[in-house]
């Protein structure tokens, strides 16, 4: 597949078999995300994987009804950054969300974004301070967003070229 058909495939896919994600497609699922652009290349992220059962199930109550599919997932990758690092660290993670989000669907798992920064937990925290305090991670980190991973169930239908929306495109003045 080019690389215009490996985004036309990319879905957001929430329904897992539950079984672990093989390392070697992890290993290429993160370096994807290592390999990120990032504003005068500082490269302010941290990657906290997540492979225990019971982790990911205390994750997915990390939002209120959006992150379920953590239950069943292989892995989570939870981005967070240090803000003092730079001030485009949302641009920067992501990015690296972006690119590990299309890496693991070209590497046929399913995958999904789930949003951390500005939402909250089922207990009424904010996601970030639920998963900071579930995962050790120290003060200074501020949470970007989680990518699910896990072994399709059933991939969806890749998006067509004719459904883009090509009014959004304006040349050379709105
Ligand atoms: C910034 C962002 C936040 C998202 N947050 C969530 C989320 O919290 N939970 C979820 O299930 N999907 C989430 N999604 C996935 C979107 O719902 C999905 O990308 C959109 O419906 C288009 O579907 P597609 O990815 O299959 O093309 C998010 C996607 C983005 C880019």
Redesign the pocket.
Known sequence: MNLLQIMQN???V?NYTGEKIPKEKLDKILQAGLLSASGRNKKPWEFVVVQEKETLEKLSHC?VG??K?LKNAGCAILVFANPDKTDVWVEDC?IAMSNMHLMADSLGLGS????GRL?EAENGESTEAYCRTLLSVPNEYVLE?ILSIGILEEH?KA?TLEELERGKIHYEAY
């Open positions: 990319r879905r957001s929430r939002r959006a992150a599919m992501s999904c974004w789930i949003q939402r967003a969806p998006h």
